[in-house]
């Protein structure tokens, strides 16, 4: 597994505005929105290409596009959601899946009451999307959903990362690649991030 953290400057200034408790919920999902966007390029950064022939205005060209590698964005309901359209304004052919879990507040392990996926998932580049990854309990069980659905390339994008989040993903999903923003010191004892960013969901959504 490879932890890749994002350190461009565009990057850290916007999770700073993210981080500021008095950012409103309309800038705050669109940053997350733009974030997103950003952090495509780096997770899809080894997308296969192939060559192709173009006719430009001048001549035709030799050209380099994407050869045909299908991807799905499995965005973990529901803060997954606000990471969703930056990223398909890039590749807007993508597919869609969706895994609804909840962190139990008292034990703190994944519950699942959701999961849609496109039946060749087998097929396709699969990138999960969920803002936080703190104790890494939801983020393993949507990796293991997507493994028993038979997806074989598995990445992992979360803006806000934590040690324990990141261990637990080295030991149940070695092979899954974390791309995120930062990797802050701990989580409280709530299970939240420290410094963190508060509840990504409520402040994507307003609900808090």
């Not at 969706?98 to 703190?108: A, K, S, V, W």
């Not at 010191?185 to 994507?204: E, F, K, M, Q």
């Amino acid at each position: 597994m490879s932890l890749t953290i994002i350190t461009h400057p565009l990057i850290q200034h916007k999770l700073t505005i993210l981080r500021d408790i008095e950012t409103g919920v309309k800038i705050f999902r669109e940053v997350v929105g733009e974030m997103s966007m950003l952090m495509c390029y780096e997770a899809m950064r080894e997308l296969p290409l192939e060559e192709v022939k173009v006719q430009t205005p001048v001549a035709l060209a030799t050209s380099k596009a994407l050869s045909g590698k299908k991807l799905a964005l499995v965005p973990i309901l529901r803060a997954g959601l606000g990471m969703v359209d930056g990223i398909l304004s890039l590749v807007p052919s993508a597919k869609v899946a969706h895994i609804g879990l909840y962190r139990d507040p008292e034990t703190l392990l994944p519950v699942e009451y959701y999961c849609k996926l496109p039946p060749d998932i087998h097929n396709r580049a699969c990138f999960i999307l969920d803002p936080m990854l703190a104790t890494g309990g939801t983020a393993s069980a949507a990796a293991k959903y997507l493994k028993q659905a038979g997806a074989r390339s598995i990445k992992l994008l979360s803006i806000l990362a934590a040690p324990p989040g990141v261990e637990k993903m080295q030991q149940d999903h070695p092979e899954v690649d974390i791309i995120t923003c930062a990797v802050d010191s701990h989580l409280n004892d709530h299970g939240y991030i420290v410094p963190g960013l508060g509840d990504a969901g409520d402040r994507i959504f307003g609900t808090k």
